[in-house]
């Protein structure tokens, strides 16, 4: 068994269940505030959150639609960029009013690192006023070492790139680390890099392919709270529902 040194958690859907509730709101907000009659449904936004990316996300679905608008038709992605930063704006808003909660088990696993002298990153396509705002707001007394957030590397999962970067900032080899995921996409940037994934999936990304995780799991579990649920993986036969560094550490 090789030593734990590195958990990578993804933001949205792992350390929060943002998508639907806070970022897809926050984006139909936004349009509205624009003038532009466009409401992204529950169904529709998970289609589109196989784009990684908020303003690419913004992009694809403007070409996919053939939108036209005079600002945007002067300055695509000036428009867009505007668009999103508002987005964005929203949605910190939803995140200091306290209106999505952390997902079971994220606290109490984030700790363990801490206590155990890891390295904790955090590695998302989330815009990095925005995974900001999840650091001092949700995760505040959690010692992050990284935050690799938005535009942060040019190709968004599920290239490996981003995990990449947190090796190599990090200078821990993918053999010592783990990655926790929650979409076929996110599984697919982990272990592009050659590190092993724990998949949280939620219920946005419970029925896409997460295959390729070493784990998948319906959340990381709190004793006193909710319990995960093993979707698989091989536990002993005494697990309890509860994800903890060393389960992770024996997967190595």
């Not at 529950?42 to 784009?51: A, I, S, W």
Request: positive net charge; contains cysteine.
């Amino acid at each position: 068994m090789r030593k734990l040194k590195a958990v990578f958690f993804d933001q949205d859907g792992v350390i929060i269940e943002t998508e639907r509730d806070g970022h897809r709101v926050s984006f139909n907000n936004a349009f509205k505030e624009f003038g532009l009659d466009i409401k992204w449904g529950v169904n529709y936004y998970h289609e589109l959150l196989q784009v990684g990316g908020g303003k690419e996300r913004i992009k694809f679905y403007f070409q996919k639609i053939g939108f036209s608008n005079p600002d945007y038709d002067k300055d695509p992605d000036g428009f867009i960029k505007m668009l999103h930063a508002r987005k964005t704006e929203l949605f910190v808003g939803l995140i200091k009013a306290g209106k999505l909660p952390l997902r079971p088990g994220i606290r109490r696993l984030m700790e363990e690192i801490n206590n155990r002298g890891a390295f904790l990153g955090i590695c998302t396509t989330s815009n990095e006023k925005a995974a900001m705002a999840v650091k001092k707001y949700m995760l505040r007394g959690i010692k992050v070492n990284l935050l690799l957030a938005g535009d942060i590397v040019k190709n968004k999962k599920p290239n490996p790139a981003i995990y990449k970067m947190a090796l190599n900032k990090s200078g821990i080899s993918p053999k010592n680390a783990f990655v926790v995921e929650d979409s076929g996409i996110g599984v697919l940037a982990g272990k592009g890099a050659g590190i092993a994934v724990i998949a949280t999936v939620n219920g946005y990304t419970r029925n896409e392919d997460v295959s390729s995780a070493d784990i998948v799991v319906d959340c990381l579990g709190d004793p006193e709270g909710t319990v995960s649920n093993l979707l698989k993986g091989k536990m002993e036969d005494s697990f309890d529902g509860v994800i903890t560094f060393d389960r992770l550490e024996s997967y190595l």
